[in-house]
């Protein structure tokens, strides 16, 4: 069956970087697109990035903008986030999902999520 297990959450002061892993089984990844989402505490789910299943296509929301780099490996069957310049506000549960190429990252499946939160 489908699995996606995302790792690589903690704790990170301000200014400080972490790096997602999403590791993926049950399904062929080399033709899904992938993408990043979060969900802050008592607030909604947030799109974060996309990549398209080749790699070829990335693409962020604004405020990502700069500071977070999406990028998959299709041999090792994994996409990351590598998220630097870490403010208060990143702080969230973050999910990886997969979404069918030409749908416009509209996720058919999602992972358990991993929690980052940035604190001093």
């Known amino acids: 069956q489908v699995q996606l297990v995302e790792s690589g959450g903690g704790l990170a002061q301000p200014g400080g970087s972490l790096r997602l892993s999403c590791a993926a089984s049950?399904?062929?990844?080399?033709?899904?697109?992938m993408t990043w989402a979060r969900q802050a505490p008592g607030k909604g789910l947030e799109w974060v990035s996309g990549?398209?299943?080749?790699?070829?296509?990335?693409y962020y929301a604004d405020s990502m903008k700069g500071r977070f780099t999406i990028s998959r490996d299709n041999a090792k069957n994994t996409v990351y986030l590598q998220m630097n310049s870490l403010k208060p506000e990143d702080t969230a549960l973050y999910y990886c999902a997969k979404a069918p190429p030409g749908t416009g990252w509209a996720a058919d499946y999602w992972g358990q999520g991993t929690q980052v939160t940035v604190s001093s």
């Open positions: 990549i398209y299943s080749d790699g070829s296509g990335t």
């Open positions: 049950g399904f062929t990844f080399s033709r899904y697109d």
